[in-house]
């Protein structure tokens, strides 16, 4: 039995392109961003690694009208 979880925003969401490269690690959707601006584009990476670690799945899509949904999926 598997457990979804759905994590979502209401912010401006990430591109088509963006959603099929937002679990690379040091990816950055919005490229103006740096580290001192915030974020280092490691995070959706290492959630990706851990839940991978689990043999199971996360995924992002879009949140109509705007934002993101991550969807992970663990065992009970």
Partial sequence: EILVIDV???????????????????????????RET??????????NYIVSAHNETIKASHN??????FTIGLPR
């Fill in 8 to 34: 979502k925003d209401t912010g401006i969401g990430i591109s088509d392109e963006g959603l099929t490269r937002v679990f690379e690690r040091f990816y950055r959707e919005d490229e103006a961003r740096n």
């Fill in 38 to 47: 915030g974020g280092r584009g490691i995070g959706l990476s290492l959630a």
């Fill in 64 to 69: 109509e009208p705007k934002g993101t949904v």
